[in-house]
């Protein structure tokens, strides 16, 4: 069983631009949360999705958004990066998103804004 | 609120010796905890996780955890390390009902010495 896939797992940009990061669950996984993890700080919760709708966003400026589709497939977006959004942006998906299931995680895509 | 505190940021232990790794957490009901291992460039893996019952739980590789109600601690112990152990280590709280967001701390970085 295909475990959680991100793409692309590195990518450098600079200020002002805006990026796009991919995450496609595991078979069956209808959850999909974003985390970004950066050092000190551990990982922050960004949004939460399941069947398409956002459940609970983390306390993120507005510049970051995200998505799911219909095959549980997820996006997040940032745009007008900033130096500061430098960081691994981690995707996991579980069943339900319920406190009783693990995630599990994907290796993650690395962003360095310069 | 929920929070999740990892007192050590760095350990240093020889390959043989045993290990314990911190948790304290602030949960207002019975906690569903987590521990998870990440190596260097890789996303975050499940070691063990407690919902309830026995407070010991066996993990993967070796590892265990013992849940303490009392002293708000769920505390990562491996009896005899290998130089592989050598990660970051963190710990989480499942979501509160309808939030659907887990709780990390910030980390533990555990090294090896040959």
């Known amino acids: 069983k295909a475990g959680v896939t991100q793409t692309p797992r590195y990518l450098i940009k600079t200020r002002g631009q805006q990026v796009t990061l991919s995450c496609s669950p595991i078979?069956?996984?209808?959850?999909v949360s974003w985390y970004q993890q950066t050092p000190g700080q551990g990982l922050q919760f960004l949004f939460e999705y399941f069947s398409e709708t956002q459940r609970n966003k983390g306390n993120f400026p507005g510049r970051f958004s995200g998505r799911q589709f219909s095959n549980s497939r997820s996006e997040m977006n940032v745009s007008t990066l900033e130096l500061g959004d430098s960081a691994l942006y981690l995707c996991?998906?579980?069943?339900?998103?319920?406190?009783?299931?693990?995630?599990?995680f994907g290796e993650g895509s690395r962003l360095t804004v310069l | 609120a929920q929070s999740v505190t990892q007192p050590d940021i760095h350990i240093t232990v020889s390959e043989g010796a045993s290990l314990e790794l911190r948790c304290n957490y602030s949960y207002g009901a019975t906690p569903y905890l987590f521990w998870y291992v990440q190596s260097p460039g890789q996303g975050l893996q499940l070691l063990l996780k407690?919902?309830?019952?026995?407070?010991l739980v066996q993990g993967i590789k070796g590892f265990e955890a013992e849940f303490k109600r009392s002293q708000s601690s769920f505390n990562l112990r491996k009896p005899s390390v290998h130089w592989s152990d050598a990660a970051e280590y963190f710990c989480?709280?499942?979501?509160?009902?309808?939030?659907?967001?887990?709780?990390f701390g910030t980390g533990t970085r555990l090294k090896v010495l040959a």
């Open positions: 407690y919902f309830s019952g026995d407070t």
């Open positions: 989480a709280v499942g979501p509160d009902s309808g939030t659907y967001k887990y709780i």
């Open positions: 078979s069956g996984h209808r959850s």
């Open positions: 996991a998906s579980s069943r339900t998103g319920q406190n009783t299931g693990e995630l599990f």
